[in-house]
């Protein structure tokens, strides 16, 4: 008994098991939640790069993109030859007018009634109408059909690849039947159609401008072939009034 009494008891082996493993599951939750923590930190850090990265687009929504850049531009085009038409009867009236004027200055009673020098002024004034009208239906003529090719227009410096199917002169000169063509078109893919729709809208782009100062100068010598015109009919008016008095 005072063996017993005197030795320290033990723990039991029940109880120290139960303690460890209380310690070792507060040690796993601790760990998982730091790893939770980690996880989600990584998680907002990698949410917050993408939104802050621009939005690109798709490969879909590119050629959707170049379509409605090349039916703008073709629609352009096609407002810029009819403005080209209407420049041209304009053109016309004015060259029926100058020619009406050149009748009467050259018939014999004008001749007659208006002296050397009134008459050579006259028949200058209206020869300079006549020319700005000339210039301005070659100008004009100039938009609506394009006399040479369109990568003459752009010049040697400027070096693009063929667009097949969507350049109508690549197309013909590369392809000679309908099965050729058949096969090119369902050859294309995707970087193919981006490029050539991009060349096909160069071109366009290039031609409308051309185009446009080319109307601008056929316009601006309209007004002063219809300017030099009225001068020539009002001082007709004039000198016709000073004659009969």
């Known amino acids: ?20 493993t209380s310690a070792a599951a507060a040690a796993d939750t601790s760990a998982a939640g730091s790893s939770a923590a980690g ?24 050629i959707d993109l170049l379509q409605w850049h090349l039916d703008r531009y073709d629609r352009s085009r096609a407002s810029t030859s009819s403005r080209a038409s209407v420049v041209l009867s304009a053109s016309a009236i004015l060259s029926a007018g100058n020619a009406v004027v050149l009748a009467q200055l050259l018939g014999g009673s004008v001749a ?20 700005l009208v000339v210039l301005s239906l070659l100008r004009a003529a100039s ?28 197309t013909v000169r590369r392809l000679h039947s309908f099965a050729e063509f058949q096969a090119a078109l369902a050859g294309q893919r995707d970087p193919e159609i981006r490029r050539a729709a991009q060349v096909e809208l160069w071109i366009g782009i290039q031609q409308h401008r051309q185009r446009y100062v080319r109307l601008r100068e056929a316009v601006r010598l309209l007004r002063y072939a219809a300017v030099a015109f009225l001068a020539i009919l009002a001082s007709a008016m004039i000198g016709n009034l000073f004659l009969q008095l």
């Open 1 to 20: 008994m005072t063996e017993i009494a005197g030795r320290t008891p033990e723990q039991p082996p029940e109880q120290t098991s139960a303690a460890d």
């Open 39 to 62: 996880s989600s930190a990584a998680g907002s850090s990698a949410a917050g790069s993408s939104a802050a990265d621009p939005e690109t687009p798709s490969t879909a929504e590119r």
């Open 112 to 131: 007659d009634r208006l002296g050397s020098v009134p008459l050579v002024l006259f028949t200058l004034a209206s020869l300079v109408s006549a020319g």
């Open 143 to 170: 938009v609506l059909v394009t006399i040479r090719p369109s990568r003459a227009i752009l010049g040697s410096g400027d070096e693009l690849p063929e667009a097949l199917v969507f350049n109508g002169t690549d």
